[in-house]
């Protein structure tokens, strides 16, 4: 498991870049703390926050991307608002990220297909219920053994995907938090530092 940052850290550049590593590491290892963040943004008036599964984590394009049901409140909700944040806390390293970008789906397209192709069908129960996330429903509607169409999920699978422009950094120490911020401009992270 990669732990890039120490207390001797103080390059900005460095900083930026380790984080993205880390991401993409975290996305491919289930065991990484970053692999199940916490995936927010505003619907209904409040704030709403999931944990979800980071899919993948890419430095070059920026984007970072999880999995959904098409139906999910915050796939009808990024329709009025496209502005999501992730959190991501890794308690052996003490560091905190919070990401923050524009998001859009992928569902029925090239990118969907190969996700459902390489694994997400795995999930068929998710998608292949006649209900939607967070619908009003009865115990007996529940039940996982209850017979599904095997013809059905991909329709409602859908890629979230994030291109995050912003990110806050934060190092917990007892000798003294360290934290900074990020923002893409003029094609690369412009960093500085900030009181924790």
Known sequence: MLHPVTPE??????????QWLSLATAAHDRHH????PTLANVGEGIAQLRTVVLR??????R????????????????????????????SDTKVQLRAYGTAWTHQ?????????????WRSVQCYRTPLAPGESCTETDLDINAPVDPATGEEHFVVLACEIDLFDWLFLRAEGHRRARFLWEAGRWQGEWIAP
Do not use: M
Not at 9 to 18: T, V
Not at 33 to 36: L, Q, V
Not at 64 to 85: E, N
């Open 56 to 61: 993948s984590a890419d430095p070059d394009t």
């Open 9 to 18: 850290i103080s390059n900005l550049e460095q900083i930026a870049s380790d």
């Open 108 to 120: 029925g397209d090239v990118l969907a297909s190969q996700r459902w192709q390489d694994g997400a």
């Open 33 to 36: 703390a970053w692999h199940t």
């Open 63 to 90: 984007i970072l991307s999880c999995h959904t049901d098409s139906r999910s409140p915050k796939v009808i909700q990024l329709g009025k608002d496209s502005r999501f944040s992730w959190h991501f806390y890794d």
